[in-house]
């Protein structure tokens, strides 16, 4: 029985949905509107009482959050998983610094009612995650900087992870110039859009490849 892939188009499970279709094994996608609550609703609730994406089921366990999933997927895979155990620690860094920093500073842009009850303090908590983001996008693109992927020159499960966080740079929440701002980052994400995994995520979830 393949594993089963719940996802919403754009949101953060595209990093798992990337990986999934890159390791090559067979696989179902059960699609989620956020917008319509599709996350709150008992059947959903019943897969993962936390109610957001991604989860993943492979017959009766379930697995969410996209730092496990993807070093799930890494290790179940090891072409997508780097080989020495330093490179591993990196991509473990790589993945705890983008799920704890990129992750949460994103959100007090999108939703900054988790932060706080006071409406009039939504706009100042956006400002100052914009910055963050600004400040830890300028971390990412100085790691990148030497060009090829994320870790020893080796495409893993890191690098889908960091696709997902330049599309939400150049997202309206966010609104950065990622070419001219970020233009190590952008090679790298332009690389992303020459796999062919990446353009069949892309086609199924609707969303425009980096150009």
Known sequence: MPAILYYAPGACSLASHIALEEAGAPFETARLNLMAGDQRAPEYLAVNERGRVPALVEADWVLTENSAILR??????PALWPESARDQAVADEWLGWLST???????????????????EAFAGIRAKGADTCGDLFTMTEVRLSNGGWAVADRFSVVDPYLLLFWMWGRGPALGFDMATRFPHWTA????????????????????????
């Open 188 to 211: 790298h994400a332009r690389a992303m859009a020459g796999r062919p995994a990446v353009q069949a995520v892309f086609a199924r979830e609707g969303l425009d490849l980096p150009a």
């Open 72 to 77: 799930h997927v890494g290790r179940c895979h």
């Open 101 to 119: 920093n990129h992750h949460i500073a994103y959100a007090h842009v999108r939703r900054p009612e988790r932060y706080t009850a006071d409406e």
